[in-house]
């Protein structure tokens, strides 16, 4: 059961294990994280699950689709290790994850 | 289609229903399965959780090509009372919401930038003004219907806005959306039909020269962009024309309806009316609120692609899911006390800009409009009172009042 960690914007920090093959999004959703908004339900269709990963982490993990390279531009505050977290899917390998949310979605 | 008997009967275009649909959607949600509705050939979807896993499930696409033969799909085409309406089936029964997969993506790529957070917002001042504009023709009014007077003329303007159409042809889009939305409702009439088809051709052709226009000279519009993406090859001419036209009426009617309902919503727990005015912060998730509480389009569909779970029954390849949001927004299962009506619920993970991939692109516009004609509202008038309790709509894709008749007092 792979542990992610989640560090809100107010400096709150929630770990929650996910399962294998689960999102991360969906993990967060899961664990009360509520400025994960994720209003369209995991389809990278709205930009509202993003979080920058920690520097320890994003090589770590496969490089974002095109789509979602295309909606993170349009999130508050993009950097190079923003993700949304609908498309990453929970690894044994993710074991650890760090994630910082942003205060707010939009 | 199942043959099973529904457990009682549902009548979506009856007077009860249009009163109250909560207390059947309750009835629904508290029924062991899914509640068959052979009318339309599905079967309707009550629970939140069912609602928002079938959404956001790629096995369940909007579409039923490729699912069903070519002879059922021509049945249910018939059934649907959709065939023999060559511009309706070219422009409006194929659109970006009625589509699936790469071209779904495809069609959503080319627009999905000028409806970003950050871009809509930059619409605030010009949405500002011009709805000021209106607020303050009422000032003198005392008594106004808020539907007419005020809401039927905000969305439309400012979509068309965006889209680049001319802000006199603004109203004459409404009609045609109207004509057109409506068609999609339970009552497929041979006069419903004709208006739809004869006003889907009459809306092509008006794009058609709007395109020829931003060809000869662009400016900084939708329109333009558009009509650039087909020059560049992303998109074919009847691609254009449908995008164009579904994203005048998406969220056109819905957000009048919805005006009208949260307005409605305000009055009948005026508690939340005092704390919204006295916490203007709490907008943000009062707008969100009104969704929940009133969704303005409650009901969708999909189908299954393959054999698919929902609330732990098995259904087979080809069953019709139809999804009622309205019923989803008031599951207690998700939301803590579903039938009040709460403007600073949160988190409030209502269903009313649907889910998946077909996530309401103009949601963030919608709410716009409802934040500065409330807060606008407030500012100018101290005291807004209900003259006469209003008449629902008719209808199981539409939710909203057909008036809303205030009497309004000057801060």
Redesign the interface.
């Known amino acids: 059961m792979p542990r992610i960690t989640f560090v809100e914007a107010d400096g709150r920090t929630t770990e929650a294990d996910g399962v294998v093959g689960q999102s991360v999004m969906a993990v967060a ?1 899961a664990s009360g994280i ?1 400025a994960i ?1 994720a ?9 509202t699950c993003h979080c920058h990963v920690d520097a320890a982490w994003i090589d770590r993990l496969s490089p974002p689709s095109e ?1 979602e390279a ?2 993170i531009e ?1 999130v ?1 505050d993009p950097r190079q290790e923003s993700r949304l977290t609908c498309q990453i899917r929970l690894t044994d390998a993710l074991d650890g994850l760090v994630l910082h949310v942003p205060a707010t979605q ?1 | 289609m199942p043959a099973q008997a529904a457990p009682f009967r549902f009548d979506p275009l009856s007077a009860e229903f249009a009163a109250d649909p909560y207390a059947v959607y309750a009835r629904m949600r508290a029924l062991d399965g899914l509640f068959p509705f052979p009318e339309l050939g599905m079967l309707l979807v009550t629970r939140q959780r069912d609602v928002a896993a079938i959404v956001a499930d790629i096995r369940l696409p909007r579409m039923p090509a490729g699912i069903l033969d070519a002879d059922e799909l021509e049945r249910r085409q018939r059934q649907d009372n959709f065939h023999d309406m060559p511009n309706h089936a070219r422009f409006v029964q194929f659109s970006m919401l009625n589509s699936d997969g790469a071209v779904h993506d495809r069609l959503r790529r080319q627009v999905f930038r000028m409806f970003t957070p950050a871009l809509i917002a930059g619409q605030r001042a010009a949405i500002e003004a011009y709805v000021s504009r209106l607020i303050s023709d009422l000032a003198g009014a005392g008594e106004v219907d808020f539907v007419a007077d005020l809401a039927v003329h905000v969305p439309g303007h400012v979509i068309g806005h965006l889209l680049g159409v001319p802000d006199a042809d603004c109203p004459m889009l409404r009609r045609w959306s109207e004509s057109i939305v409506q068609y999609f409702d339970v009552d497929r009439s041979a006069e419903r039909k004709a208006l739809a088809e004869a006003t889907a051709a009459e809306f092509a052709d008006y794009l058609r020269a709007l395109k020829a226009d931003r060809l000869r000279v662009p400016k900084d519009d939708l329109v333009t962009r558009l009509v650039e993406a087909e020059r560049a090859g992303e998109m074919s001419e009847d691609e254009f024309i449908s995008t164009a036209m579904l994203i005048l009426m998406a969220g056109h009617g819905s957000t009048i309806d919805v005006l009208g309902s949260g307005m409605h919503a305000l009055l009948r727990f005026p508690e939340e009316m005092e704390r919204l005015r006295a916490d203007p912060a709490l907008m943000p998730t009062a707008v969100q609120e009104m969704f929940r509480f009133e969704s303005p389009l409650p009901f969708f569909d999909r189908y299954a692609a393959e054999e698919v779970e929902v609330g732990g029954t098995l259904y087979p390849r080809g069953t019709r899911f139809g999804l009622l949001y309205g019923a989803a927004n008031r599951d207690g299962e998700q939301f803590a006390d579903p039938d009040r009506f709460d403007v600073g619920r949160t988190p409030n993970r209502h269903l009313a800009f649907g889910g998946g991939a077909h996530f309401c692109l103009g949601n963030h516009l919608a709410r716009l409009d409802m934040d500065i004609i409330f807060s606008t509202l407030f500012r100018t008038f101290r005291r807004i009172e209900l003259v006469e309790a209003p008449l629902y709509k008719r209808s199981l894709s539409v939710r909203g009042p057909m008036a809303l008749k205030l009497r309004l007092e000057a801060a």
């Open positions: 959703v509520e908004l209003e369209c339900g995991g389809a990278c269709a709205c930009g789509t295309a909606m349009c508050v939009y």
